[in-house]
C-alpha cells in the first residue's frame, strides 16, 4: 500500500512539474472573443451598510456594473469628518464624480448601550451589541 501512494504520489508530483501546453492562436482568438463578450455583457449590483451606534461610526457603499461600466458610492462618518465619493470607471478610467467633505466633531463618542446595525445586499440584515456578560466576548449578535 505504501508503494502505491509513493508511486501515486511521484507521479501526481511529475504531472504538476511539466510545463503547461501552448495555447494555439486558434485557442487564444477563441478565448479573447468570450473575455470580450463576457466584459460587455457582464452585470452585477451591490450595497452594504454599517451604522454603528457603539463606536459612532458609520460606513455605506453601492455599486453596480453593466457592461464596461461601474458606478458606485462610498461615504462614512467617522467622529471627525463626513465623507461621501461618488464614482465611474469605464473606458476612460476610474474617475471621481463628486467628493463631499466635511468636519463633523472632535472624533467618535464610544456609547456601550449602543446598538451597531449591519446591512448588505449579500449578507442580509442584522444588529450586534457590546455583550457585558462575557470578558472575552465583545460583541453579541441580536439578529434583526
Do not use: W
Not at 501515486?8 to 501546453?21: D, E, F, I, T
Not at 454599517?50 to 462614512?76: A, C, F, H, L, M
Amino acid at each position: 500500500m505504501f508503494k502505491f501512494v509513493l508511486i501515486a504520489s511521484l507521479l501526481v508530483a511529475l504531472c504538476m512539474a511539466a510545463p503547461p501546453r501552448e495555447e494555439s492562436d486558434a485557442e487564444r482568438q477563441e478565448r479573447e472573443e468570450y473575455e470580450k463578450y463576457q466584459n460587455e455583457n457582464a452585470q452585477y449590483s451591490f450595497n452594504s451598510k454599517v451604522d454603528d451606534k457603539i463606536n459612532d461610526g458609520q460606513i455605506t457603499r453601492t455599486e453596480e456594473r453593466e457592461g464596461g461600466t461601474v458606478r458606485g458610492s462610498y461615504s462614512y462618518f467617522d467622529g471627525f469628518v463626513k465623507r461621501r465619493v461618488e464614482y465611474i470607471a469605464d473606458k476612460s478610467g476610474y474617475r471621481v464624480l463628486k467628493d463631499e467633505m466635511q468636519d463633523v466633531g472632535d472624533g467618535p463618542q464610544f456609547n456601550p448601550e449602543g446598538i451597531a446595525d449591519v446591512e448588505g445586499s449579500l449578507i442580509g440584515k442584522y444588529s450586534i451589541k457590546l455583550d457585558k456578560d462575557d470578558e472575552e466576548k465583545h460583541y453579541k449578535d441580536i439578529h434583526a
